[in-house]
Nanobody
Framework: QVQLVESGGGLVQPGGSLRLSCAAS????????MGWYRQAPGKQRELVAR???????DYADSVKGRFTISRDNAKNTVSLQMNSLRPEDTAVYYC?????????WGQGTQVTVSS
């Protein structure tokens, strides 16, 4: 069983930055994929960014060039640096990891972009 603890959400003005972090515990194996999803009110949960164990990354088109995902395999952590934030980035952000055939989710952290 993998446990995920997220941190770093909050309120920021448009154009500002936030950094989300997620620490995974409970597994001695390297996690295949680590990533971030988000869900805005009334919308479906969507992929924001993910990073594979070998370093390959995927980003949603809406965040390319503004967000950067990174991971520390030794510590089983994944981070999301979010720059040039927009009001439409407002959502609950969820950490997501895949280990073998299992998928685990964090509890979510609120990101609000507003002046």
């Amino acid at each position: 069983q993998v446990q995920l603890v997220e941190s770093g959400g909050g309120l920021v003005q448009p154009g500002g930055s936030l950094r989300l972090s997620c620490a995974a515990s409970g597994s001695s194996n390297r996690l295949n994929v680590m990533g971030w999803y988000r869900q805005a009110p009334g919308k479906q949960r969507e992929l924001v960014a993910r990073i594979f164990s070998g370093g390959r990354t995927d980003y949603a088109d809406s965040v390319k060039g503004r967000f950067t995902i990174s991971r520390d395999n030794a510590k089983n952590t994944v981070s999301l640096q979010m720059n040039s934030l927009r009001p439409e980035d407002t959502a609950v952000y969820y950490c997501n990891v895949e280990l073998s055939v299992f998928v685990y989710w964090g509890q979510g952290t609120q990101v609000t972009v507003s002046s």
